[in-house]
């Protein structure tokens, strides 16, 4: 039995939140100077609200206008300040930034837009010594014994979910993964197990995840936060804390931590009697898992049940792999996933910001310039993946394709190099293990065609992938 949710339940929430978003920017960190055109690649004129509008919103379409205007390096300006953004295409320079000294390439301060969110002792806000401490006692959590206790708990809420769907169904596919993914990680990763908890947190979590981009702008001129969708945000947040911040008490308080399996427990007995999370940390680090793990696996699984719905003779392979329940089985479901976020990129690119000058592709860069490869054009581009409309998941088993598989410089949905997501193994088993409780009950069909749209900072199915399942014999 769990305690009430109370007021004085933890710690007093609100100053902590509300200091979250008192200045925030958008990328690079405050206080950068301007840095001159001369010294950056060529790229757009237009004011630095247009620029940032079009790689938020229309960032399918802005991209590849990029790189065949400009080339395979091109700089975008952003609010507020006009601050530089040099975004590359060439997996050369993708493998350079990648490789880049952690003390001179930041990227916690190019993932400053999530901060007023995610909280400063976030995994991807940190740089340095501290994001080194923070993932060593992250790790032990993700590492694969901890992911094979996982399993079977993410199976047990996939099967729940996918036994209430009827037979001859037709839904959008997003809304089902993303119901779906969330319990997972409200069980798995937060611990919680108690419904009438659950129903608190879902809609307070789903607010969290669901952000206008015009969100994300206002963070960056803190007189708009007082105001509107700005002020719901706030509130949402400090509601969503104080739940956090109880479930977190009332773990600190049970005799049983060591012996439960979700990763909340897990981290709470990370590390020794000198160095542990506490809760603060703990608050940061779990609103990361959600907002990196929870639409992010989302749109990746719609976007696979929506290109196994197109291709018969690909979802009956698909199925064969699921009913398996073998290690060639479990390789193919990572495939489909894999390229269901290759074809259909959640996130758009990577990002550092230098701290030093430095030579990144060739271009000698000023301090204080953020870099990254982006995302959506590494994954188009045919010299790194062969006819890359296509959807196929074999392009990732050697065995079964006869080439190579992708490198981690061409296929970078998790980022790379020390700063690759560290819940990257934990998102593909979550993946898999959901495609197996689906197509092992269900024969898929995409009942319309379907493209891109800008949610928060994820891309999602406009249309929201919709299928019609149909209850296997």
Not at 17 to 30: A, N, V
Request: net charge neutral; hydrophobic share 40%; with cysteine.
């Amino acid at each position: 039995m769990t305690a009430e949710l109370t007021d004085d339940a933890g710690i007093d929430t609100r100053p902590l939140t509300m200091k979250r978003f008192e200045g925030s920017t958008l990328i690079g960190g405050p206080n950068q100077p301007r840095i001159s055109r001369g010294a950056l690649p060529p790229g757009p004129r237009w004011p630095a609200l247009v620029q940032t509008v079009a790689l938020m919103r229309f960032r399918h379409q802005f991209h590849p206008y990029l790189h065949r205007k400009y080339g395979e390096a091109y700089t975008v300006r952003l609010i507020p300040g006009s601050r530089p953004l040099v975004l590359f295409t060439n997996p050369e320079v993708t493998k350079e930034i990648f490789a880049g000294d952690p003390a001179v390439f930041h990227a916690g301060k190019g993932n400053a837009v999530l901060g007023p969110i995610m909280g400063e002792h976030s995994l991807l806000l940190q740089d340095g010594a501290e994001h080194h401490r923070a993932r060593k006692l992250l790790m032990p959590a993700f590492l694969g014994h901890a992911l094979r206790g996982y399993q079977s708990m993410v199976a047990d809420v996939a099967a729940e979910a996918v036994g209430t769907w009827s037979d001859g169904e037709e839904f959008e596919s997003l809304d089902r993964m993303n119901a779906l993914t969330l319990d997972v990680i409200l069980r798995v990763v937060f611990g919680v197990t108690d419904e009438r908890r659950l129903t608190e947190l879902r809609p307070r979590v789903t607010a969290t995840v669901d952000i206008n981009p015009a969100i994300l702008l206002g963070w960056a001129y803190p007189r708009l936060q007082r105001f509107g969708p700005w002020r719901r945000t706030i509130d949402n947040q400090i509601e969503l804390d104080r739940q956090i911040y109880a479930e977190i008490g009332e773990r600190r308080a049970a005799t049983d931590v060591t012996d439960r399996k979700d990763v909340l427990s897990r981290l709470m007995a990370a590390g020794d009697d000198t160095d542990r999370l506490d809760d603060t940390e703990l608050r940061d680090q779990l609103v990361t898992l959600l907002l990196a793990g929870h639409e992010t696996t989302a749109s990746a699984l719609s976007w696979a049940l929506y290109e196994l719905g197109r291709d018969p003779e690909l979802l009956a392979r698909t199925q064969r792999a699921a009913d398996a329940d073998d290690p060639e089985g479990q390789a193919w479901l990572e495939a489909v996933l894999k390229e269901s976020m290759r074809l259909h990129p959640i996130i758009p690119m990577v990002v550092r910001t230098l701290q030093k000058p430095a030579r990144v592709g060739g271009h000698d860069l000023p301090a204080g310039t953020t870099v990254g490869p982006s995302i959506v054009m590494s994954h188009q581009q045919e010299r790194n993946f062969p006819d890359p409309d296509a959807f196929r998941p074999e392009r990732f088993l050697p065995k079964l394709s006869g080439a190579e598989a992708p490198s981690l410089h061409v296929w970078i949905p998790f980022g790379g190099g020390v700063r690759r997501c560290i819940g990257a193994g934990f998102s593909l088993m979550e993946g898999a293990e959901v495609l197996r409780q689906v197509l092992s009950r269900y024969d898929v069909t995409s009942v319309q065609d379907d493209v891109p749209r800008v949610r928060n900072i994820t891309s999602v199915p406009r249309k929201g992938a919709r299928i019609r399942v149909k209850r296997r014999g």
